[in-house]
Structures are given as C-alpha cells and as structure tokens.
C-alpha cells in the first residue's frame, strides 16, 4: 500500500504529498457566477490538467479545457463519482453515508474492487486528508488524484 497526504486551505487548493516529496498540486481560480477553474500541476509546476467545475442540483459537472491524461470524463453526486477514461477504463468514488463525522471519507474502486481509501481530519481550520492505494493499482494515482483534487480543492462549507 502507498499513502499519500494531501492538504490545503477552503477554496484555495491542495497539495499532494508523500513523504515530504509534492507529487501534485491544485489551484482554483474563482470566477463567480461563472464557472470556477481548477488547474493541477506536477512538481515541476507543469500544467497536468485543467478543468471547470459547474455546479449543478445535487451533482457536480467538470469540464475538461486542457489535459496531458486520457480523461474522458469526471462526475459527481451526492454519494458517487466516476473517471471514465477514453480507452473505456473506469474507476468509481463512492462516499460514506457519514462522511462528515466517520471515515472512510471515500473508497475507490476499479472493476468493482476496491483498490484505495480517502480518510479525512473532520475538524480543523484546513482540509487534511490521507490516501491509502493498493501497489497494484498505482498506474492510476494521476487520474485517483485528479478527482480528489477537482472534487475537494473547491470545497465550501458556508
């Protein structure tokens, strides 16, 4: 198993880190009302992804600008979240019934396995996670991180 740390402010962004080492990093350009960018960046501060999250009722929608993957599409809703990639592979996020006071915040799964877990530090003034990943499945940390780095570098609990 590899772990991974991954931490940040409300509204400005996250690092990935593991064992002190960045591996990714998230900055999210607000635009409101419009649609707010978020672009994620390796540790030699170049462009990975860059992607626009629309709010919508009870999901969220991310429109992919620019991209070195092979995303085809990234969603989420209240209790699921999905990476299609083009060549058909698909990993799916799903949320606990009480991820605001129990972890695991998230499991991941690949073909109905799970294959990782998101755990976060319910109080505190900055978001804190930990990502554990099954070593058989690490050729997917970029696209794993891409949707935990979208889906919670925008995070707002006003």
């Not at 994620?40 to 991209?67: A, C, G, M, P, T």
């Not at 949707?147 to 919670?152: A, G, K, P």
């Amino acid at each position: 198993m590899r772990e991974f740390k991954i931490k940040g402010g409300f509204h400005s962004g996250l690092k990935v880190q593991e064992n002190n080492d960045l591996i990714l990093l998230s900055e999210v350009d607000k635009n409101w009302p419009k649609s707010d960018l978020i672009n994620i960046y390796d540790r030699q501060k170049k462009l990975v992804v860059s992607i626009k999250h629309i709010s919508r009722l009870f999901k969220n929608e991310f429109q992919i600008v620019d991209q070195n993957l092979d995303i085809k599409f990234i969603n989420q809703s209240a209790r699921n979240g999905t990476v299609e990639l083009i060549n058909g592979t698909v990993l799916k996020f799903r949320y606990s019934l009480t991820k605001l006071i129990t972890n695991p915040y998230l499991k991941i799964f690949y073909s109905d396995k799970e294959i990782g877990i998101l755990n976060n530090k319910k109080i505190g003034l900055e978001l804190n996670y930990n990502l554990t990943i099954d070593n058989e499945y690490i050729s997917y940390l970029n696209y794993i991180l891409t949707y935990i780095l979208v889906t919670e570098s925008n995070k707002d609990y006003d």
